[in-house]
């Protein structure tokens, strides 16, 4: 119970916070805006307050950009939380689809409801297991064939990357069929032959480690983010590189100390792409994990809400609010992680 | 012996990705384009068989079958008015985040938020947005006093769903260019501003004189990745109509269908051969994305440091 | 322009080694009068019902067997599956059931598509003849007529609903490839208050036919206090387009996969459907930018809506509003009479041994017995796939929970304990028993889609394309004849 209260505290103090800075921030451009009508006395002073308005005008020219798109973009987010709170009836009988629920009318119930209906947390410790071991392996496989791509010379270097690019251009949809063949024909559908077939369970089905393997192995790499990390490393001037070759830095040395550091905000977004590629995998995991327990949380989610008779309906209702919980991990990585992308880079120091 | 010892560390560093990309990437992607030469291929069978070898039969198939001249199309269309625009909004807003300070981290967790959505939360969204009776993109219109538009629902044609889906397409795309470029302008070196502020340099001029040019790489990357992708549109499709891939009413089926929505279509055929009309299609693909990139590669070559 | 070069070599020659790397066989038509025993040569023959295709042990093995089963289940349909593996593992204590939801039915359908490739295939899984079709591309399911007819294990394959029978068995050979399991067909209701208050009583028991539909038009349709905007909604404008060609006599689809619409009974029934929408006969969802017809008819813009039989709970509307009945499914004339059943099929692989292929039938023996099918229908809202299923008296009692609401004894009547057990209170499955009886008359008449996979026109294709025409049509942006064309065009 003391538990809970301290959570509502914490979540009403940042509330408050988030207001406060809110008022904070209106205050000031309200207090902005009315200087720029305050008449001022001499030349100076009128040069001084025409630049004072231009800077303001910029300032609420670029707070509006932002605000008409975040809003645009936020619509969707808002119909997920808004539908979670609705009773499944309003859903399908509404129209328009209303907006707002009143305070009294949130169904909450929705969000404990929809935990009954699937094996949230079996699915969200599967997710996590095969997001970090696959977001380990993007990251040391990127990191790696990136600072080759960007910053060593080797013969066939822009073939090879070419080639690399060639591989984005055939839709993903193709690679499925022979992936599965592959896994299968490495033993880890708990078919008889081949490399880990020994690593079945008594009665010969699959195991989570088998089943693991096959979840994590193919997405161990990814060329999309060898290319952003490269294009990152990229813009790491060469004085540096150089000055660190005079040093007689090793180049591993060199990738560890500076480069990783410096590329810290691309190799964060990385990490939270990758983590939001295995939340979000369905196909592959429903292929490769023969028992569901070994699945994701997105095969739960889909299973737990989907429709199989002709005519019968989803639970919208439930679906956005095991969604919302779903998502719910994500939002809090992202916003522990969130002050390291934004956090920018002083480089001052590293030149000597 | 300088250079071999650099060559053999090089290929060290690539070790990793190269042996899982060959074993999960290269190898499907051969076996792709190997299918495209097989008649009546049945993968159903264990001992997958097929009639006769073809050079070009499933490419000329595929060239002339009309469902795909119209994939074609409308692929070429998103291509080509999506990416330039969501390019430059995403930028826009990156360069505008990366400006402020009160409420950044708010204004970039919003931004984020399409990229933890529920895809039947944005499906529902949209639908709601392009309603004609009541939808938000109508109720606009309606203050200029124009006559509601049937975007989506029955009576839209091919011009205005394809407005939706593109509105769709570009919003889709935002999140993960704006997250780019704002970890892009992260990683330039405040020093740079330092030294134009102590100089006073116009804002524009540090724009196009700073930011740009060292934003570049990551530009380039968007820009390339952001056409291959494009070129590889369909679940926006699917997102927008459901499997019919049109809106109610609109005729021919599939008038909003994309390439990989064709290859898709064929892939999970059960029919002989068809699995090679879908490889046939997505070798078609892989060289028209292929030579419009060198294009884009052979433009840009001059003005971004790529 | 080197590099290209380099790069295209490099291309051609890795896919010269993958072609190494892949086994070649051309496919012969085999010759019948030389392999009368081969497979494809067999065909079903009433004198001799087991074909002798399939080794069917005398006796079931002593040694543990554990079958894989695929299905779409979730929930209250995946619990009480549950409940029925464990009363079977109990009756066979050395089998085990392994169920394991694979997503939606495209899904299992994709990913059996890949087993087969990989040869990892369950022993058994739920499908849609569409599937089966597809499935017998690979010669993956295997034919049950050894076992149906098998002095040991065989069952009364009569007691099964004829429509059914005959569905399972359009494939090769004639021979029967799965067993049906969960099965829907539709349903009209109707708002009976508004009805009442002109004057019209519709029966429960028997279609209306289109000519009394005509008739209650100058009366239900229009702006008044006791009227609708349209008389009859269609939730499935591929189930309106399919059931009509039946009903006018018109071409569709045949077994060869054949698109037959190009005939003009087709043309006139087209016809006749289009001046409907026009005057307000017949709605589709679309008319309220909607998917289904529930919310417009709970708000009284139309009289009555054909959905499926799954769907009922959505088409009731709230207390006071108004009465709803439920009866069968309009028809054109007693000729030609069609309702559509719909809903997957259980059947066996063919990539399993002879005792994983018993253990699996005995299973499906066991989920499609009379109480088991009867019990499966009152829980899930399917319907019974058995005639003893229907004659039950578990479901019997059910179907008597309608006729005793219409007569006013419900709450005073007792239920047996085993209903009570089974349902908790049988008095809140009042719409649930009106719609099992209305689905029972049309037992006598279910029709079925011929199933079939052609590159890029499978039945599943040819459905999609017969509601996306119908709702063209109903749009008013083309002509009959064009929409009919346009389906012509699209799977040929």
């Keep these: 119970m003391e538990d809970k209260n301290t959570f509502i505290d914490k979540v009403k103090d940042s509330m408050s916070k988030f207001t406060e800075k809110v008022k904070v921030s209106a205050k000031e451009f309200w207090s902005n805006l009315k200087s720029l009508f305050v008449k001022g006395d001499g030349e100076k002073e009128q040069k001084r307050l025409s630049e004072k308005r231009r800077r303001v005008i910029r300032k609420a020219g670029i707070y509006t950009f932002l605000l008409v798109f975040a809003i645009i973009i936020i619509i969707p987010f808002y119909f997920m939380l808004i539908t979670s709170l609705k009773d499944v009836d309003k859903i399908y009988e509404e129209i328009p689809p209303s907006l707002w629920v009143k305070f009294k009318d949130m169904m909450f119930i929705n969000y404990k409801a929809s935990l009954e209906n699937f094996d949230y947390f079996v699915y969200m410790k599967n997710t996590i297991v095969v997001a970090f071991f696959a977001t380990m392996g993007v990251l040391v496989t990127t990191i790696l064939a990136s600072f080759a791509f960007a910053r060593l010379n080797f013969k066939g270097r822009d073939l090879l990357f070419l080639g690399f690019l060639m591989t984005m251009m055939i839709p993903g949809e193709m690679f499925v069929i022979t992936n599965y063949l592959t896994v299968s024909d490495l033993g880890l559908l708990g078919k008889e032959g081949g490399l880990f077939s020994g690593l079945v369970l008594a009665d010969g089905s699959q195991s989570a480690l088998q089943a693991n393997i096959a979840l994590i192995t193919p997405f161990m790499t990814s060329v999309f983010y060898i290319f952003f990390l490269r294009q990152a490393f990229k813009q790491i001037p060469d004085e540096l590189y150089l000055a660190a070759k005079v040093d007689g830095t090793s180049d591993f040395k060199y990738l560890r100390r500076i480069m990783v550091p410096i590329a810290a905000p691309t190799i964060i977004t990385i990490t939270i792409l990758n983590m939001m590629g295995t939340w979000s995998a369905f196909i592959w995991p429903n292929l490769v994990a023969d028992d569901e327990k070994y699945r994701l949380i997105t095969n739960g989610l889909r299973k737990a809400f989907s429709v199989v008779g002709t005519g019968e309906r989803p639970a919208f209702n439930l679906q956005m609010a095991a969604a919302m919980l779903v998502t719910l991990p994500l939002l809090v990585v992202f916003f522990l992680l969130k002050k390291y992308i934004m956090r920018g880079v002083s480089r001052s120091g590293i030149k000597g | ?306 | ?492």
């Design chain 2, 1 to 306: 012996m300088l250079e071999r010892e650099s060559n053999l560390k090089a290929w060290l560093y690539l070790a990793p990705a190269l042996l899982l990309l060959s074993v999960f990437t290269f190898y499907p992607l051969f076996n792709s384009f190997y299918l495209t030469f097989l008649v009546g291929y049945n993968y159903l069978k264990p001992d997958k068989i097929f009639e006769a070898y073809t050079l070009v039969g499933n490419f000329k198939e595929v060239l002339s079958d009309k469902l795909f001249h119209q994939a074609l199309k409308n692929t070429v269309v998103i291509v080509f008015v999506s990416v330039p625009i969501s390019v430059i909004v995403s930028l826009l807003i990156a360069v505008a985040l990366n400006g402020i300070k009160k409420l950044q981290g708010t204004f970039q967790t919003i931004f984020f938020l399409p990229y933890v959505t529920n895809a039947i939360a944005v499906g529902m969204a949209f639908a709601f947005i392009f309603n004609t009776n009541y939808g938000l993109v109508n109720q606009f219109l309606g203050w200029f006093g124009m006559d509601p538009v049937k975007f989506v629902t029955l009576g839209a044609t091919w011009g205005t769903s394809m407005i939706a889906l593109l509105v769709y397409t570009i919003w889709g795309g935002l999140a993960f260019k704006i997250m780019v470029f704002l970890a892009g302008l992260q990683n330039i070196d405040k020093q740079y501003y330092d030294a134009a502020k102590v100089d006073a340099t116009p804002r524009s001029r540090v724009l196009r004189r700073i930011t740009i040019p060292l934003l570049s790489p990551m530009i380039a990357y968007i820009t390339i990745t952001s056409f291959i992708g494009a070129f590889k549109a369909y679940r926006t499709v699917i997102g927008m109509f459901g499997a019919s891939l049109a809106p109610p009413g609109l005729l021919p089926k599939d008038s909003l269908i994309t390439i990989v929505g064709y290859i898709y279509s064929y892939i999970y055929d059960t029919a002989p051969g068809a699995i090679s009309i879908a490889a046939a299609a997505a070798v078609i693909l892989f060289v028209i994305t292929l030579v419009f990139t060198f294009i884009q590669m052979w433009v840009s070559k001059k003005r971004v440091h790529f």
């Design chain 3, 1 to 492: 322009m080197k590099k290209l070069l380099s790069l295209t070599l490099l291309l051609v020659s890795v896919v010269v080694l993958a072609g190494c790397a892949t086994k070649t066989a051309p496919e012969e038509e085999i010759d019948c009068e030389l392999y009368p025993n081969a497979i494809q040569c067999k065909v079903a023959d009433p004198d001799n019902p087991q074909p002798g295709i399939v080794e069917v042990l005398d006796t079931l093995p002593a040694e543990d067997i554990t079958i894989d089963f695929w299905h779409v289940y979730g929930q209250e349909k995946e619990a009480l599956l549950l409940d029925y593996i464990t009363e079977f593992e109990a009756l066979y204590p050395n089998i085990t059931v392994n169920a394991t939801s694979q997503g939606g039915y495209d899904d299992l359908r994709n990913k059996t598509i890949l087993a087969m490739s990989a040869g990892t295939t369950p022993t058994m899984l739920v499908a849609y003849p569409d599937h089966i079709a597809g499935y017998l591309e690979g010669d993956a399911v295997i034919p049950l007529d050894d076992f149906i007819y098998d002095d040991v294990w065989g069952i009364d394959i009569t007691d099964f609903i004829d429509s059914y029978i005959e569905e399972n068995r359009q494939y090769q050979g004639g021979f029967m490839y799965s067993v049906p399991y969960s099965k829907s067909t539709e349903m009209m209701v109707f708002n009976k208050t508004i009805f009442e208050a002109n004057g019209i009583t519709i029966p429960m028991d028997a279609p209306l036919s289109f000519t009394d539909l005509e008739g209650f038009m100058s009366t239900m349709v229009g702006t008044g206090a006791d009227q609708c905007e349209y008389l009859i909604n269609y939730d499935s404008s591929a189930n309106l387009f399919i059931n009509s060609v039946r009903q006018w006599d018109g071409g569709y689809t045949n077994s060869a996969g054949e698109i037959l619409v190009d005939d003009e009974n087709t043309v006139a029934m087209l016809t006749y459907l289009k001046s409907k929408f026009e005057n307000k006969m017949i709605a589709l969802p679309l008319a309220w930018d909607q998917q289904y017809g529930s919310t417009n008819f709970k708000a009284g813009d139309s009289c009555m809506t054909v959905g499926s039989t799954a769907g009922i709970s959505y088409n009731i509307p709230d207390v006071g509003t108004f009465e709803i009945g439920i009866a069968p499914v309009p028809q054109w004339d007693e000729d030609h009479m069609s309702a559509v059943q719909q809903g997957p099929n259980v059947g066996i692989m063919e990539n399993s041994t002879p005792a994983e292929q018993l253990a699996a039938w005995l299973f499906i023996k066991y989920i499609t017995g009379t109480e088991q099918t009867a019990k499966w229908s009152m829980l899930t809202g399917y319907l019974p796939v058995r005639i003893s299923g229907y004659e039950s008296v578990a479901y019997q009692e059910f179907l008597s929970i309608a006729g005793m609401d219409a007569a006013g004894t419900l709450d005073d009547y007792v239920f047996s304990q085993d209903l009570q057990d089974l349902l908790g209170n049988p008095a809140d499955y009042v719409y649930e028993s009106m719609t099992a009886n209305a689905a029972a008359v049309q037992v006598d008449y279910y029709e079925y889609d011929f199933a079939f996979s052609m590159v890029h026109a499978s039945s599943s294709d040819a459905r999609l394309q017969a509601g996306i025409i119908t709702e063209a049509v109903y749009g008013g942006t083309v002509t009959v004849q064009e929409a009919l064309q346009s389906m012509l065009d699209d799977l040929s």
